[in-house]
């Protein structure tokens, strides 16, 4: 381990660490500017330009020839025992994740990351300075008064209140008798001291990772905080840059933990698909051809919204508006015509796969190559047309991909998907943006056949720098993390929700001890548990 690590230091200018105290108390002097202040009825004002257009609100797409591919010839169907599967299992998504970090040197990219949230949690402080509050030492204010006083809008104020108990947690901050203040030494983590931080960090980054996007993308938020926390500017302006996708995909495929992350989700699926034993499976019906649909609207319409706001869930109308669901599963089966008729997998045959917020397809990338061999039927969804439209073109040479608008924050049912219809649901990072993830997980294991299988990537610890970033775009959340305020569940809430959903959980990755087990991204597989896929009940808790 270097040094700096061990000695628990974080980054050029940047004071404590983890370990560092939880609280210290406020000097004695008289806050600045006297009594806290009621702010009941005093809103501030919303400088923004409006909320961004959704880009939802259409009819789903049913794109692509339809044709699920076929087996190459001479594939075997492996026949294990639970427990060889689980494991073995384990083991092909362990080293496939370790193979894909196999020219990284973990050490140094893990610092690197650990040091962007060191980086970002200063910005938070430097971000309030520049908005007037905890300039001089002795500066101290109520969480009433920084909102007020930064014009932080309704929707963010969450989010501030969060960074205000991560600055108190991690030593930025102290708190007494409700009073927050800047510790001694804090300050001289922002300012020019940040600048020189943040190019340090580009630096490791770029060094450790091969490039430095992500770094890019996070400094650009950085600075502009005080205007993300007014309203001024939207963040998915700083995410999609021209409505381009250049930064999206570069923080869904450089860092480390995504590179695991996609090579575990990749090597999961593609076992999984290969032990499927489908003449055990629920008995299918005969397939029918593609018939393609007219595809809607010219690409790239402008009324069809920005590009991007792609955390937030799309706008919520009344239930079983018209526009929110399909109209049936256009492409395929007996089942097609009538409005609203049940969207199938594929009828006989291939693995029947479902991927949710798809977005820019850093997951889609690996699992498809991942596949090579496999009988597969591959739908491919997000609630944004966006990523849709962008998936359909740079995916047009894989006909057997399918694409449709699914929205995980309700239920596939009314949207026109059919319980049990999947043999796998994927989803790479996207249910950190459900609102309710008890919910949109217990939807997502309702779709899956039996002895079907649930692969999730998600990060379960707090990141700071998404907190400076991507949390802008993110909605409150009604579920465990409504209570903390926190951007996402930890590892034990994340086993507690696939639990309350009915599923086994069977692999969750990486393992103890790994390198990037700190940094707390993980992949989850769990399955229905009462197929041929199954495993048994004592190998669930592996
Ligand atoms: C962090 S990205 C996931 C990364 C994605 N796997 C990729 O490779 O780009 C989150 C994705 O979830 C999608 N999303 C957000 N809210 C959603 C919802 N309610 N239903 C479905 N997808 C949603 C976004 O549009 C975005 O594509």
Redesign the pocket.
Known sequence: MPADRAAGRVGPGLPGGRGGPLVRRCPPERASDGEPEWVGGGEPEWVGGGEPEWVGGGEPEWVGDGEPKRASDGEEVAAMSPAQDVAALTRAASDAADRALADVDLDRAVAAIERLGRVALASMLDALRRRGLFTAPGDRHTVQEVLTRAHVVPEHRGLIRRWLTVLTREGLLAEDGGWLCATPGAAEATGPALDRAWAWIGTEWRAAMGAALTIEYARRNAERLPDLMTGAVPAFMLLFPEGGMRL??AL?RESVTARYQHGAVAALVAEIARRRRPEQGPERRPEQGPERRPERGPEGRPERGPEGR?????ERGPEGRPERGPEGRPERGPERGPEGRPVQGSERGPVRILE?????????EAVLPALDGVAADYLY????RY?LDRARERLRDRAWVRFAR????ADPGPQGYAPGSFDVVV????L???RDTDASVRWLAGLLAPGGWLVLSEPTVEEYWVMTS?AFMMADPGDGRAETGATFLTLDQWHAVLDRAGLRRAVTLPGAGHPLERLGHRVFAATTGDGPGAVSPDLAQL
Do not use: Q, W
């Open positions: 999206a995909r869904y792609p955390e937030r869930g799309p949710v917020g798809a977005g820019t397809g850093a997951t889609t969804t997000d609630v944004s990523f699914l929205d995980i924050d989803g790479g990072g996207v950190n943006a459900a991507l």
